[in-house]
């Protein structure tokens, strides 16, 4: 049995009340999933980005399968907000698409 020492006060104001600590555990979960989501948009984004000259080359390729495979990997892409805007922002990923878009 433990010596009767000093009272350990309790972290709580009042006993029907959460402690501090439980009170930031809610906001700290909403802060992790918000720097969570961050990366993986600017993952996407940097993804989209790599991608975007070679999946234009494909897109103007002579052979209609390998078009089709572009654009559809293009759509894949296209799913994601930060690929999208990714997309939206290239010039020449836009008029590749128009042009494959235009021959099919």
């Not at 600590?21 to 993804?47: C, F, G, T, W």
């Amino acid at each position: 049995t433990l010596d009767e020492g000093p009272q350990i006060p309790s972290p709580q104001f009042a006993p029907n009340q959460p402690t501090a600590v439980q009170r930031l555990a809610e906001p700290s979960q909403m802060l992790k999933h918000a720097v969570v989501n961050l990366i993986n948009y600017q993952d996407d984004a940097d993804l989209a980005t790599r991608a975007i000259p070679e999946l234009t080359k494909l897109l103007n390729d002579e052979d209609q399968v390998v078009v089709s495979q572009a654009a559809m990997m293009v759509h894949q892409l296209s799913k994601k907000e930060a690929s999208r805007h990714a997309i939206m922002n290239s010039p020449q990923m836009v008029a590749a698409l128009v042009r494959a878009m235009q021959t099919t």
